[in-house]
């Protein structure tokens, strides 16, 4: 059974600094892409990041210039390095992995205080 685990959430003033990561364990083939997502409260879920298994990426516009989504193939890892943070990007954020299937982590929470 595949399971993503996250970690790195957690309370950080704003302009800090945090990285998550997301871990596959159990077995997990023919994945793509890997990406980050976000659900504020009250809101949709919504995509952060997204990295192909060839390392191509795509940000939102609302994160551009300050995250920055890395992945390690060989351990079927995703990283997220978050900059500069505002207190508009507390959410619970989420890991995703596509391929064959997708599949979630549980989300980690990220609150930036002002």
């Known amino acids: 059974q595949v399971q993503l685990v996250e970690s790195g959430g957690g309370l950080v003033q704003a302009g800090g600094s945090l990285r998550l990561s997301c871990a596959a364990s159990g077995s997990i083939f023919g994945i793509n892409a890997m990406g980050w997502y976000r659900q504020a409260p009250g809101k949709q879920r919504d995509l952060v990041a997204r990295i192909t298994v060839s390392g191509s990426t795509n940000y939102a516009d609302s994160v551009k210039g300050r995250f920055t989504i890395s992945r390690d193939n060989a351990k079927n890892t995703v990283y997220l390095q978050m900059n500069s943070l505002k207190p508009e990007d507390t959410a619970v954020y989420y890991c995703?992995?596509?391929?064959?299937?997708?599949?979630w982590g549980q989300g980690t929470q990220v609150t930036v205080s002002s």
């Open positions: 995703r992995f596509s391929g064959r299937n997708i599949y």
